[in-house]
T-cell receptor
Framework: QKEVEQNSGPLSVPEGAIASLNCTYS??????FFWYRQYSGKSPELIMS????GDKEDGRFTAQLNKASQYVSLLIRDSQPSDSATYLC???????????FGKGTKLSVKP | EPEVTQTPSHQVTQMGQEVILRCVPI?????FYWYRQILGQKVEFLVS????????KSEIFDDQFSVERPDGSNFTLKIRSTKLEDSAMYFC????????????FGSGTRLTVV
């Protein structure tokens, strides 16, 4: 059974701080990794995708991948109250690209 | 920006009734998916659809469920004889190149079975 694990939180950070979100996955051959943001009652919204070991930056977001450790993380710099949401880590699980999601980490950014 | 459109946004149905959830994927996407999310739980894969047939399905997607692409734009999920435990948000998603790009999710249909 392929699993994606995340700390459910809540993770609380002050406005302007760096928020660090972590995810581990069980399937060693996984190749594609995604971070989604989900506001309460809304659908997942893609923030970042990452496929190679190392860091990938997009604006205030940095995704980090370490395949040897089966670990993916998301850093959010200069956190804003509007970043308060649940962040979902997802790993491509099947040959047709279906995603396996973690339970998500709830982030709260305090003004 | 292209969107995946889902209707209805909320559906209430009686236990044992059939429901059809509708989705219009992004027009140039070829891969279509249904996911569900029971309140407070994680997003779960139901089924993927490519080239007018099911390409992969999860254990959740049993004989109660079916999918169809009745025309060139719509993609539907049918749930026969709904159960209380089918109450969830159902998300449709589409992708041009699965695994190489993220999926675009629709806004979801909240299904409530009473």
């Amino acid at each position: 059974q392929k699993e994606v694990e995340q700390n459910s939180g809540p993770l609380s950070v002050p406005e302007g701080a760096i928020a660090s979100l972590n995810c581990t996955y069980s399937d060693r051959v996984s190749q594609s990794f995604f971070w989604y943001r989900q506001y309460s009652g809304k659908s997942p919204e893609l923030i970042m995708s990452i496929y190679s070991n190392g860091d990938k930056e997009d604006g205030r977001f940095t995704a980090q991948l370490n395949k040897a450790s089966q670990y993916v993380s998301l850093l959010i710099r200069d956190s804003q109250p509007s970043d308060s949401a649940t962040y979902l880590c997802a790993v491509r699980g099947g040959s047709q690209g279906n995603l396996i999601f973690g339970k998500g980490t709830k982030l709260s950014v305090k003004p | 920006e292209p969107e995946v459109t889902q209707t209805p946004s909320h559906q209430v149905t009686q236990m044992g009734q059939e429901v059809i959830l509708r989705c219009v994927p992004i027009s140039n996407h070829l891969y279509f998916y249904w996911y569900r999310q029971i309140l407070g739980q994680k997003v779960e894969f139901l089924v993927s659809f490519y080239n007018n047939e099911i390409s992969e399905k999860s254990e959740i997607f049993d004989d109660q469920f079916s999918v169809e692409r009745p025309d060139g734009s719509n993609f539907t999920l049918k749930i026969r004889s709904t159960k209380l435990e089918d109450s969830a948000m159902y998300f449709c998603a589409s992708s041009g190149t699965p695994g190489l790009s993220g999926y675009t999710f629709g806004s979801g249909t909240r299904l409530t079975v009473v």
